[in-house]
């Protein structure tokens, strides 16, 4: 008799307290809090001359009423909106929609209203997929992100399959499957699920992640989609290096990095010679062999460098000179050449301001993901934020002829409509890793 009372006032307090907490992920961490803070409390009780009984009531009571600390738990562990972060990225897109407009104007010397840009096409669908963005990033930012780590493995099957199946039936454009860029810029997040997943297995939990790494990369290079894979594999090797430091496979970190250098440099062999011997001996396709070689040598390709000296003489002219974008000039320069054309039209003062205030965005961004204290939270931001930057960084890199030019986009400020949902699909997860740190402390 005495052990059932005894059991029934702790169970009661706790069962009453979990009923105030809406979150039920969070629910049985905060009771096995509470009853430790109980049997801690108890203990002391006991130690001060009370009887076990007498301890036990006495802790429980002490916890105060179990709905006003229960609603106080809920308070604390629950889902919020970082602000912060929503009015960053709503700052950066209102900005990318502005420079959109700055660009569209030089292409109509009669000048256009807003209402007319609107209506008119270029900048009306820019801003209408903004706001989807948006909404999408809103709609993503609510769910929770753990799902990811919870079906890591069946969310990486799925999106590979749907990479393979995407080489099988997409239909061709310029002589790659359509959509293959689109699907492989989601691969980061379920990445880091799959690492996550792998912790714990030591030298073979990172052998294995590096496996899983290759599948997305044999499926992009055997396309010869240089760019995407190098991006892929570079944010890649951020999260495995990320993870070791981590000591997510181990305590021996400089043990463990040489060994994934040792299986990077295998990998890669193995990778070069398959290519190799699938491409008849060449490695690369003949386009990326030419844009390598027109990086190194500007004056044996002038087709590859003159569209991009065109653009930054254009907008060097088109204020002062009343020179005018063509409609096919206009298309390239909202995509592709952003950058340099600012650079012309506004100045370098103003193009630098520009670079400066965009690198303060990112640099604000991996301050938030710094903050992050749970471990997967911590993965998944920094893989989504680090593949964003790096788009920006190539972007801008690839407009002055730093790299040699390939697939790139400006996230938030160039134009291209699935890129632009990417990007939004993107901090969506990082406002919902944001938004749940609260409730993953526990």
Request: charged share 15%; aromatic share 14%; with cysteine.
């Amino acid at each position: 008799m005495f052990l059932e009372v005894y059991v029934m006032e702790r169970y009661e307090f706790l069962t009453i307290l979990a009923e105030q907490i809406r979150i039920r992920r969070v629910r049985s961490a905060v009771v096995e809090e509470i009853e430790n803070h109980i049997e801690d409390q108890k203990t002391a009780f006991m130690a001060e001359g009370m009887t076990e009984r007498e301890a036990e009531e006495a802790a429980v009571l002490e916890m105060g009423d179990p709905v006003e600390t229960g609603a106080a738990l809920d308070r604390i562990h629950r889902p919020k909106m970082e602000w912060s972060v929503l009015v960053g990225v709503l700052f950066i897109s209102f900005l990318g929609l502005i420079l959109q407009y700055v660009v569209y104007m030089t292409a109509h010397p009669s000048g256009l209203s807003w209402a007319e840009a609107f209506t008119d096409g270029g900048i009306g669908k820019h801003l209408l997929l903004m706001l989807a963005g948006i909404l999408l990033m809103l709609l993503i930012c609510w769910v929770d992100y753990t799902i990811i780590n919870k079906y890591a493995v069946t969310l990486w099957i799925l999106i590979n399959a749907l990479l393979v199946l995407c080489t099988v039936k997409g239909m061709p454009v310029n002589g790659r499957p359509q959509y293959l860029v689109q699907l492989s810029c989601l691969v980061i997040p379920f990445y880091a699920g799959i690492l996550y997943h792998f912790r714990g297995q030591g030298g073979k939990g990172m052998a294995k992640s590096i496996g899983c790494l290759c599948i997305p990369f044999a499926i992009l290079i055997s396309h010869y989609m240089l760019s995407s894979t190098i991006i892929i594999g570079i944010v890649g090797l951020i999260l495995i290096h990320a993870a070791i430091y981590k000591k997510w496979f181990g305590e021996k970190r400089k043990a463990l990095y040489i060994k994934l250098w040792c299986l990077l440099i295998l990998a890669a062999a193995v990778f070069l010679g398959i290519l190799i011997a699938a491409s008849g001996g060449r490695g690369l396709a003949e386009y990326q062999v030419e844009r390598i070689d027109a990086w190194l040598h500007p004056e044996k390709y002038e087709a590859y460098t003159f569209f991009a000296e065109e653009v930054a003489e254009t907008a060097r002219h088109a204020r002062e000179d009343s020179v005018f974008l063509t409609i096919n000039m206009l298309d390239a320069v909202k995509n592709s050449y952003l950058w340099v054309f600012l650079f012309g039209y506004l100045g370098t003062g103003k193009g630098i301001a520009l670079t400066v205030l965009v690198v303060c965005f990112w640099a604000f961004l991996f301050y938030m993901v710094k903050r992050q204290k749970n471990q997967f939270g911590y993965m998944v931001s920094l893989g989504c934020v680090a593949f964003l930057s790096i788009q920006t960084v190539i972007y801008i890199a690839m407009n002055f002829s730093a790299i040699p030019f390939g697939t790139a986009y400006m996230p938030f400020i160039s134009g291209g409509g699935s890129f632009l949902l990417i990007s939004y699909f993107y901090m969506g997860i990082l406002l919902s890793v944001c938004n749940n740190s609260r409730v993953a402390e526990i």
